[in-house]
């Protein structure tokens, strides 16, 4: 190995300044301008990006599958509960969400296909329909919070609807006649705000990421050569719509 | 192989330790003979192989045979190993079909122990010599882990749930026991002593269990009953500030409790807080929770007898 | 890869020369602080986690010093109980994890490649300063209460302790963010920037070890994140899952807190290991012998890691079977740990051996890390572990694996990088003296535990009973000599930095990647991209001029 290259050089006195007769010194040698200096060519810095975003998302779906692991156990633990629970969630809203994101996700790789054509509007145009999904998303995500907060179905020692044979007793104000839940109940909407919290904070970071590549695909830092950044950020939606389409059966559908 | 004293384990006051005790002898000799082997090879090549002007290292040939015969040859002695230490654990698990049953609860920071027969003593637990006992773990506040040493076993008390061992004691006089699972402040307090004695002795004390020990006077009780049932971790005879009121001087007073209203100190007062603790709680001691004591009457009677001298 | 197009980093009239040597090409606080250079991202690092390692070692201290006598020596009960519990955390998430990996490997891994930088350079650097985010965290907690659940922080305890919990608990969440990015950049880093003919049968075996612990890092990591984040909420909300107040499952939460802290004790101990195989070539002048075994050993390991947690919880009320399957795979540990042992050993024999201060940490892993996995198959054997299990005999046998075996590979691989790192060379005598009283101090220490131990004295005792004394006396007297052992090694490497002498390219003659290119390494790692043509440790093919120590 290592030849050629290596002691040939001592440290040269700090402040010389001499490129010239170096081979590689010019600009043109190494590669356009988002050609990162440590990557000899695009395509290894393509497939090093694309790698470390599967990797990434290993560790995503790894993160996510604590939860369904805690949603696995009580669920068989307390089946009554997890059964009775998921009816007071909205399937209708739910479903809404899923063609949302299901949508949205198809505009995401859309989005990659015209970056790769080198279709700098169109490219736009799918994010934006993208993000404007994520915020459809969001929208409804917060009428069904805000439904769960009216009925004290909150989680864990906050949960205020009412039990049977109830660790917690009270039951709010102006709710004459609500049918009563089976104990445990306060578990399932637990991992509901969980599963469903830590999946809309993925959204939120995704919007907020989706306009930064909008941003720079304005600018027209992306071409036919170079559209890794838009891959990847559709990587990641894809990723959040994933764990979605898990999430939803789990906590809206099953009995 | 084995000494009865062996320096590296405690001594052996259960059925089951002995086989334990062989199965780590075996281990410890085995890891001793490994470990000296590695070493004399590594100092044997430091000395010989040592570098000299002139001589080269040898370079690294291939030995298949010899790579896998140590890459898979220890399988061999792992699943020896794995066997015996799972058959000694089975048999050690299994309780005997007439094994005494004592329920032991966890609580920060002392054992309760509950006898076949209800009667019930903290830290301090009397069985009869060579009878099965088996002990039933809960706990209501965190987890304790029950360790016996010299019966080389342990489980954990976790609340929410029972978990059990059971051993049978093999040696008339004391038995430690330990928690193992760290359960905050005064985890290392949380000591309790198992008496091992003659079944005719265990009768009796059994009997005498809510009579103060012969030759005593009732608050001489009291204050041992207040050292035994760990009054004295949460509250000062001397007027010292600790988790929980102190006794001195608290006899006779009219105590103001958190919900505004006061009390008397007198014999009724002082059962409930013993039994009851949380149904009137003095004011300023909101934050520590006593837990509920379950003493029989004489022993609350003598309780106060020694509370009355805490003037 | 043609040499004329893409030897050099792109050099514009303001760039740094990236033929300059790496600690010169810029200057001022500035210039470390925005640094994309993967080596001075990991100086930044080694500083970090030597600190750590101060803060750490003086809790232990502090552990120890209270445990010389019986009662209260130095502090309460309470104090105690945060003290031990603040040297687990500072050691396990500030030190141990970060210090082999994102040190050493930050600056090293790279070299070895023949590359320019890690895949993702300013990812790198957000990782280091997610770590020191997270430490602040840490930080706050202890300046505000401390934390006194011991580093496992094991429900309920933790939910009704008073201390500060949730900021500690953040802390390691968010520490343990930059453990994952760091293993992403590592992962891609190995697979795509390796030079021109470094195929995977010619890499270092320290990037084997690397790489293993990062898919652990990857893989392992985001379930701690999701416990902590639970135990956060847990305690915020009650949310019912780990309280068995509320119907939840304390025991559901050492399974989750295993599944990441045991793998974890591979993302210590594998990158120890992977140190030792470069100073034992390098001090042997010989190739690590069974090459792929000791390479697929690391796999191995990685792969076992996650298999093994449940021999935690095995007097934790977990069902017999389970007991049973745990404890027949933990087994099956030793297998990769013993191909590693056997193969140094092997190494050394017909090598021609020099006994400097990087290889003498180095055989002492090999011993330490010896006793430290067969008091491992103590604890294995399940009728043995139930004696065993909580005493101070696993205190001892996880610190001969993390002490004996991780930071004697962390100092070995510091005092054999120090002159690559630093450009300076060390007092070699000074250096030795150092190693006699760590060695010496470190078995005093733990030897003592090891018997308390398997007497029965619990671990995590304020007070303990008198038969316990005379091993509590000499483990403590055994952690002064350790620490006056680490505090001459302190003093001779700040002496090093202020008057040590100039290092040659390569002071220990190795054949390796990294001790071809100059010292201190140039910005861009070498003045001409290599093209590897024979492994790291063919001795027998490399040049005079290679091996060459002026």
């Known amino acids: 190995m290592s030849t050629a290259a290596s002691h040939a050089e001592p440290a040269r006195p700090h402040g010389d300044s001499h490129h010239a007769g170096e081979p590689g010194h010019d600009e043109e040698h190494h590669g356009p301008a988002w050609l990162a200096h440590h990557f000899d060519t695009p395509a290894q810095q393509f497939d090093a990006a694309k790698l470390g975003m599967w990797a990434f998302l290993a560790q995503e779906l790894l993160f996510f599958s604590g939860v369904f692991v805690a949603y696995g156990i009580f669920r068989s633990w307390y089946p009554e509960a997890f059964s009775g629970a998921s009816h007071q969630l909205d399937r209708v809203m739910g479903a809404s969400n899923t063609i949302v994101l299901l949508f949205s996700s198809w505009t995401a790789a859309m989005s990659v296909r015209s970056s790769q054509l080198g279709k700098k509007a169109q490219t736009s145009g799918y994010l934006i329909v993208t993000i404007a999904c994520a915020f459809i998303f969001l929208v409804v995500k917060y009428f069904e919070y805000q439904h769960k907060f009216h009925a004290g179905l909150l989680p864990g020692k906050f949960f205020g609807h009412p039990v049977d044979g109830g660790l917690f007793g009270a039951i709010p104000a102006g709710h004459g006649h609500v049918p009563h839940l089976p104990a445990k109940a306060h578990i399932f909407f637990s991992l509901y705000f969980v599963m469903t919290g830590i999946h809309a904070i993925h959204v939120i970071v995704g919007i907020g990421v989706m306009f930064w590549i909008l941003k720079r695909n304005a600018s027209g830092e992306f071409s036919k050569e170079f559209f890794t950044p838009v891959d990847l950020v559709a990587l990641y939606w894809h990723l959040v719509d994933l764990i979605w389409i898990y999430l939803f059966p789990l906590l809206y559908l099953i009995d | 192989m084995v000494s009865p004293d062996n320096f590296q384990l405690p001594e052996q006051l259960s059925t089951g330790a002995a086989e334990v005790d062989d199965l780590y002898m075996f281990v410890y000799w085995f890891s001793v003979i490994f470990t000296a082997v590695i070493v004399a090879v590594m100092l044997y090549c430091i000395v010989k192989f040592r570098r000299r002007p002139g001589v080269k290292a040898e370079p690294v040939g291939h030995n298949l045979v010899l790579e896998l015969v140590w890459t898979f040859g220890p399988v061999i002695f792992i699943a020896i190993l794995f066997h015996l230490g799972f058959k000694v654990y089975v048999h050690n698990a299994v309780a005997a079909e007439n094994a005494m049953e004592i329920r032991v609860r966890g609580r920060q920071w002392l054992w309760e122990f509950e006898y076949p027969n209800g009667t019930r003593e903290n830290n301090e637990l009397t069985i009869p010599l060579n009878q099965p006992v088996k002990f039933i773990l809960s706990s209501d506040d965190v987890i304790h882990s029950f360790y016996v040493p010299g019966a080389r076993w342990k489980r954990d008390a976790v609340p929410g749930m029972y978990t059990n061992i059971s051993f049978t004691p093999t040696k008339l006089g004391n038995m430690q026991v330990f928690c193992a699972e760290y359960c905050g402040t005064s985890h290392s307090g949380m000591l309790a002593m198992i008496h091992v004695v003659t079944p005719e002795d265990f009768q009796k004390h059994l009997d005498s269990a809510d009579k103060a020990p012969e030759g005593k006077k009732p608050e001489e009780w009291g204050a041992e009953l207040y050292k035994k049932n760990a009054c004295n971790t949460c509250h000062s005879i001397d007027g010292s500030k600790m988790p929980g009121p102190t006794w001195k001087g608290l006899w006779g007073k009219t105590e103001s409790l958190a919900d505004g209203s006061t009390v008397v100190v007198d014999e009724n007062y002082v059962k409930e807080s013993i039994l009851k603790p949380q149904a009137k709680i003095a004011a300023g001691f909101t934050t520590a929770q006593m837990p509920p004591f379950t003493l029989k009457d004489a022993q609350i009677d003598a309780i106060i007898a020694y509370m009355k001298t805490l003037k | 890869m043609g040499a004329a197009t893409t030897t050099v980093p792109r050099a514009q009239a303001h760039h740094p020369d990236p033929n300059e040597n790496y600690l010169k090409a810029e200057r001022g606080i500035m210039s470390w602080i925005y640094t994309l250079d993967h080596k001075r991202i990991g100086v930044m690092y080694l500083v970090s986690v030597l600190l750590a390692f101060l803060i750490g070692g003086i809790f232990a201290l502090a552990v120890r010093l209270e445990l010389f006598s019986r009662g209260k020596t130095i502090m309460d009960a309470d104090a105690y109980n945060r003290t031990f519990t603040l040297h687990g955390v500072v050691m396990v998430f500030l030190f141990i994890i970060p210090s082999v990996p994102a040190a050493l490997g930050n600056f090293i891994l790279p070299i070895q490649l023949g590359a320019k930088d890690v895949a993702f350079p300013r990812l790198n650097l957000m990782s280091y300063y997610i770590y020191v985010f997270g430490a602040c965290f840490a930080l706050y ?135 030792v195989n470069e100073i034992i070539a390098t001090f042997s002048r010989r190739a690590i012998v069974g090459y792929m075994f000791v390479a697929m050993s690391s796999l191995a390991l990685a792969l076992l890691g996650f298999l093994v947690w449940g021999h935690h919880l095995f007097v934790s009320g977990m069902s017999e079977y389970a007991t049973m399957v745990f404890s027949a795979l933990t087994f099956l540990v030793a297998i990769p740990s013993g191909v590693k042992v056997f193969n140094w050993v092997a190494t050394l024999y017909k090598g021609s051996i020099r006994l400097e201060s990087p290889m003498l940490y180095a055989l002492s892993f090999i011993f330490l890390f010896t006793i430290g996995g067969l008091t491992g198959l103590f604890l294995g054997v399940l009728a043995i572990d139930v004696h065993l299990h909580d005493t101070y005999f696993v205190v001892a046998h996880f610190h001969y694996v993390m002490v004996g075996g991780t930071v004697m590979g962390f100092v070995g691989g510091l005092h054999y990088w120090w002159p690559k790192i630093t450009g300076k060379l060390f007092n070699e005598g000074v250096a030795k003296v150092a190693w006699a009283l760590v060695f010496i101090g470190f078995n005093v220490t733990f030897i003592a535990q090891f018997i308390m131990g398997s007497r ?95």
């Open chain 3, 456 to 550: 029965g004295m619990p671990r995590r005792y304020y007070d303990y009973l008198p038969e316990y004394e005379i091993f509590h006396k000499v483990s403590t007297i055994g952690s002064w000599i350790l620490g006056l052992g680490f505090l001459t090694m302190a003093v001779m490497f700040v002496a090093s930095l202020i008057k040590g002498q100039k290092s040659t390219r390569n002071p220990w003659g190795s054949a390796a990647l990294e001790w071809q290119t100059p010292t201190p390494p140039p910005l861009a790692n070498f003045i001409k991209v290599p093209t590897i043509t024979r492994g790291p440790y063919d001795y027998h093919l490399a040049t005079e001029e290679e091996l060459s120590e002026k």
């Open chain 3, 141 to 275: 907690s202890m300046v505000n209460g401390a934390v006194d659940t011991g580093w496992t922080f094991y429900t309920p305890y933790s939910m009704r302790t008073t201390s500060a919990v949730i900021p500690m608990v953040l802390g390691a969440f968010i520490m343990g963010f930059s453990s994952i990015l760091t293993g992403v950049n590592f992962i891609a880093t190995v697979h795509k920037l390796r030079a021109p003919g470094q195929t995977w049968t010619k890499l270092p075996l320290f990037i084997w070890g690397l790489y293993a612990t990062s898919i652990i890092q990857v893989l392992a990591t985001p379930v701690l994140a999701i416990t902590l984040l639970l135990l956060c909420l847990e305690r915020f909300l009650g949310l019912g899952i780990f309280d068995p107040k509320l119907g939840g499952d304390p025991v559901l939460f050492q399974h989750f807190f295993w599944f990441y802290s045991h793998p974890a004790v591979y993302i210590m101990i594998v990158p120890g290991m992977a140190v």
